[in-house]
């Protein structure tokens, strides 16, 4: 090193004098500093808010620096990297997650005592970050933090949304959308990098042009839009380890358009720039159906080309052999939204380096890896020809190029089966002639994950059967897994000391196999009185939510019985409303000497339904109106409550989780890919009312049948069932509450009509009626066991003890071996 850079060094460290220090003092400090500089108030005055924005500042530094190391440190060793593409990111809020995982929070929590302020109290002004709509991508917001903690070096990739999920609002019982314009108060968890930045083409044509006496390809674009990178530090828990979500926003192109200004009509001009932003605006809220929108399809692509672009730039920094692009690099697609980058990796090596299409396609099939996420065919992505054609033309070739050698190599190896060629091709004519992303991702990924064991046989045996007849060994999964440092750490402080001090080590953070040890305690009656204070606390909490939520009080001697999670028919929330009607019609009719043996019961649904899915709304109409007769009727007083919590979100579901009981997940069998709402509650000791579907499965497995509330039909016995109308073994219940929601009972009969009908007769697809009298006795079982709180206690110790299995840190890990090939690569400190 020269004398002049060894100097410049030296100045440079003693001025910032090493690292931020974590001491109360120098916390004190930093916060006041960011009051008066940052947040520009004055720091002899400043509000809750003012100060979260400040401690958040000061939060903010401490992941720069680690982001810093841990990025030179990964460009040093230069390991090979995981680049997870997702539409989708629920992160939540971020301030106690980073605080604990930088291992700062008690020292957060002084500093702040001693300036007058609460660390709960500020953590709570933060409001969510929504980038997504459920389960799948508070998945993706589960595996970033194991990626972190296990200090895999990996990248997230995705979009930064400027409206995130809408904000439900409820007005007399019916959903209504409001926009969340979560940027609004400034985001400072966010780093804005105005010099990585990419432009991304649109539309135009593709022309040929000579090439070293060969043609090649050059795609004209017709709109040009800026890909702006906004850097979201994750930090893992006990190590340096502090990984980048890099999310792209859309700004306007100085290259594009500049004559438009020549012509005169500057103000016009101007505007039309400001159309570009329009792509990376809003987040697409309905879960999992696909309607060929072009400006969902130029979401897909924006992000996909920004992230590709950044992938090779990072890659050409250290090597310019693009043969060793697999050894450096492995990109994963959370599902089919993100699967353009086969295209555009194809795009870029062929006709912007030069490869081969043959040296190109090799490249490709060693990269890509896909998550499947859904079970039902209908569920797939399909995107027009016509659309795909006009906005991403050189892509729609490559795509046709792609399924040509598909075609042939199919043709080797099953001769002229056309049915079967049709039905595996990437193409899918008809009416609509369209592209399939889901067949183009197995075609051109080495390997396709399915997110539990029963998944894995479904898409073996039904949805992706040809393909699995083809090619046997790409077909795997990995069951799904949730953060414990967010759903324990972060969200029930109390039993996590409580788990710490029987275990006697907090290893469990980082290695949730130690849960196991609870097992040796479960029957112990001093852990179970401190369980049991533990969750009573936490229920105290909720009750105290809901109060403030609906005006509603209740009691937290009863029990809190759960079902909260996107509505969908599949899922089932019909069914727990129509349980919930058939107690209630119990206890009315009930002698007075009976009702005192009622266990008494708060029931609490939350979830939002899409804006255009109708059965789904009328789904919480039904909730408010059955709430509304059951909650004001007196004879039923504090036996029987119907809540519905509005606008459940990530962090409604760090409250309500640790304060439930009894949680529900009752999707009709073959229909939840896997679930991990589940594995939330179980690890926070909340026990399980359940059909055998998705990860459920595998739970069942780790827990035993006894330590849960199982009912309805298994997976293979659904096609039967449904198959014969008559075969529907509907119940006498089923039919009276029923006919109770039909003749108007809880009023609105002709609004609930369509409902009705959907479950009635041969058209029950989601099987109620059959499921419906085991469903009864699987409560009538869970209420038996609360009235014995020893058992239920023991229940509840031995579930947390069993939830070990489903950590992210155990999902990811098998990814990184089996999918992957990543290495951990751990900053030193
Ligand atoms: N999932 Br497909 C979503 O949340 N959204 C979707 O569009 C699709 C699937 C869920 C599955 O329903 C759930 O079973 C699974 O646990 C989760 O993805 C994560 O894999």
């Not at 003012?50 to 000061?58: F, T």
């Not at 932003?277 to 987040?283: A, D, H, K, P, Q």
């Not at 490869?355 to 890509?368: G, H, M, P, T, Y």
Request: proline share 3%; aromatic share 12%.
């Amino acid at each position: 090193e020269s004398g002049e850079g060894k100097a410049k060094a030296e100045r440079m460290f003693s001025l910032m004098d090493g690292f931020l220090k974590n001491d109360p003092i120098s916390l004190q400090k930093d916060i006041l500093d960011h009051v008066e500089y940052t947040v520009a108030r004055s720091r002899f005055s400043f509000d809750d808010f003012e100060a979260y924005q400040a401690v958040s500042h000061s939060v903010r530094d401490r992941l720069i620096e680690r982001w810093h190391d841990t990025h030179a440190y990964f460009k040093r060793k230069d390991p090979k990297r995981l680049y997870f593409f997702s539409l989708e990111f629920l992160m939540g809020r971020s301030l106690s997650n980073s605080v604990i995982n930088l291992g700062v929070r008690d020292q957060y929590a002084d500093a702040l005592n001693q300036l007058g302020f609460e660390f709960e109290v500020l953590a709570e002004q933060e409001g969510d970050a929504a980038q997504g709509n459920g389960g799948l991508a508070r998945l993706s917001a589960c595996q970033m933090d194991s990626l972190a903690t296990m200090d895999f070096p990996a990248w997230g990739y995705g979009l930064r949304y400027q409206y995130g999920l809408f904000r439900q609002v409820i007005l007399d019982g019916f959903q209504h959308e409001q926009p969340d314009y979560w940027l609004n108060f400034g985001n400072p968890w966010e780093i804005e990098r105005i010099h990585v930045s990419y432009a991304v083409k649109f539309y135009g044509t593709v022309e040929e042009q000579d090439l070293n006496g060969g043609k090649r390809k050059v795609w004209v674009p017709g709109e040009m839009v800026e890909a702006v990178a906004y850097d979201n530090p994750i930090p893992g828990y006990g190590t340096r380890n502090t990984i980048n979500l890099r999310l792209w926003a859309a700004k306007p192109s100085d290259l594009y358009d500049m004559e438009s200004y020549g012509t005169g009509d500057y103000i016009n001009a101007v505007i039309n720039r400001q159309k570009a932003e329009t792509i990376s605006s809003v987040l697409y809220p309905d879960d999992r159906s696909y309607q060929g929108k072009e400006l969902r399809l130029k979401q897909q692509y924006f992000f996909v080309s920004a992230s590709v672009q950044d992938i090779i730039r990072r890659f050409k920094d250290s090597l310019n052999d693009f043969n060793q692009f697999p050894e450096k690099v492995a990109l994963q697609l959370n599902d089919t939204h993100p699967s353009l980058a086969i295209p555009e990796v194809m795009r870029v090596l062929v006709d912007e380096e030069f490869l081969s299409w043959k040296q190109a396609w090799d490249i490709v099939c060693k990269i890509f890896s896909c998550t499947t996420h859904t079970v039902v065919p209908e569920g797939l992505e399909k995107i027009p020809v016509d659309l795909l054609g006009s906005v991403l033309p050189r892509h729609l070739q490559i795509i046709f190029d792609i399924n040509f050698s598909f075609m042939e190599e199919l043709k080797k190896h099953f001769g002229l089966d056309f049915n079967r060629l049709s039905q595996m091709s990437i193409v899918e004519e008809g009416a609509v002639k369209s592209i399939r992303m889901a067949n183009l991702s197995i075609v051109c990924c080495h390997t396709v994950n399915g997110v539990s064991r029963v998944h894995l046989d479904i898409l073996k045996t039904k949805v992706f059967k040809d393909f699995y007849e083809l090619w046997p060994q790409k077909f795997h999964y990995k069951t799904n897994g949730v953060t414990q440092r967010r759903w324990l750490v972060v969200s029930n402080p109390g039993l996590c000391g409580l788990i710490s001090k029987w275990l006697g080590t907090d290893a469990w953070i980082r290695d949730m196999d130690l849960l196991m040890g609870l097992r040796d305690h479960a029957g112990d009656a001093e852990l179970q009185q401190e369980w049991k204070m533990v969750r009573r606390i936490n229920k105290i909490r909720l009750a105290e939510f809901i109060d403030a939520m609906t005006g509603m009080m209740v009691s937290p001697d009863a029990m809190f019985d759960v079902q909260i999670k996107r509505i969908h028919e599949y899922k089932r929330q019909l069914l727990n409303i129509l349980g919930i009607i058939y107690r209630y019609d119990c206890i009315k009719n009930m002698k007075e000497s009976d009702r005192r043996k009622v266990v008494p019961r708060v029931c609490i649904i939350g979830g939002k339904a899409a804006p255009g899915y109708d059965m789904a709304k009328k789904i919480i109409k039904l909730c408010h109106a059955v709430g509304e007769t059951i909650n004001n009727d007196s004879d039923i007083d504090d036996l029987l409550k119907l809540v519905f919590i509005p606008d459940f979100n990530v962090s409604v579901a760090e409250l309500v989780i640790p304060g439930s009981d009894l949680s529900q997940h009752i999707s009709t069998a073959g229909h939840e890919a896997s679930g991990t709402g589940s594995m939330k509650f179980l690890m926070n000791g909340c026990l399980l009312l359940a059909t055998a579907d998705g990860a459920t499965i595998e739970i069942i497995e780790e827990i035993g049948e006894d330590n849960m509330f199982l009912f309805g039909a298994k997976v293979h016995e659904v096609p039967k069932l449904r198959e014969k109308a008559e075969n529907h073994r509907v119940a006498l219940q089923f039919a009276r509450v029923l006919r109770m929601v039909r003749d108007g009972y809880f009023g609105y009969e002709d609004y609930f009509k369509s409902l009705c009908d959907s479950i009635e007769g041969g058209g029950d697809f989601y099987l109620l009626g059959n499921d419906f009298a085991s469903y009864l006795e699987a409560q009538a079982a869970a209420d038996k066991a609360f009235v014995d709180q020893e058992r239920w206690t023991k229940m509840s110790i031995l579930s947390t003890a069993g939830s070990g299995r489903f950590s992210s840190d155990k999902t990811v890990g098998e990814y990184a071996h089996q999918t992957w090939g990543i290495e951990p690569c751990r900053c030193p400190f």
